[in-house]
């Protein structure tokens, strides 16, 4: 099952394309931490539970709801692969493709087709924009 499908099928299950709503519907634990100003969220498994770190305090405001969604992506799709790990010793190759498909989760669930056809009279980077999804993660929309 590819990303877009995946994204279209829990925002009809759950009735909502917010990140933190689906993750509390998935039983997907979310906690905020001081995660060291390295990063602004993580994702982690611990004997079979699943959470997502989010450094409230770093995060910048326009930013949480992308990187909230980030995190459910590696939840979603990645559940099992450690990035930080594979960034250390695959020299990134498989750590890279683990974070596109987070970053496509992202954009998928936050630029999903209903929220662009609610909003046609709006730009794509506008509403990309008003849903905190960096410009240059917009090309990762599929249509």
Request: hydrophobic share 35%; glycine share 4%; proline share 3%.
């Amino acid at each position: 099952m590819d990303i877009k499908d995946r994204v279209t099928k829990l925002i009809k299950k759950y009735h909502t394309d917010n990140p933190i709503e689906l993750a509390k519907a998935l039983n997907i634990h979310i906690m905020y931490t001081d995660l060291g100003g390295a990063k602004y969220g993580n994702y982690m498994r611990y004997k079979r539970v699943k959470m997502i770190l989010i450094d409230k305090d770093r995060t910048p405001p326009e930013l949480f709801q992308f990187v909230a969604a980030h995190e459910l992506g590696h939840a979603i799709c990645t559940p099992y692969d450690n990035t930080q790990w594979l960034n250390r010793y695959t020299m990134k190759v498989n750590s890279d493709r683990v974070e596109k498909i987070a970053h496509q989760f992202a954009v998928e669930l936050l630029l999903n087709d209903q929220y662009l056809r609610d909003n046609e009279d709006y730009g794509i980077y506008t509403l990309a924009q008003c849903r905190g999804v960096p410009k240059d993660f917009v090309q990762l929309k599929s249509f």
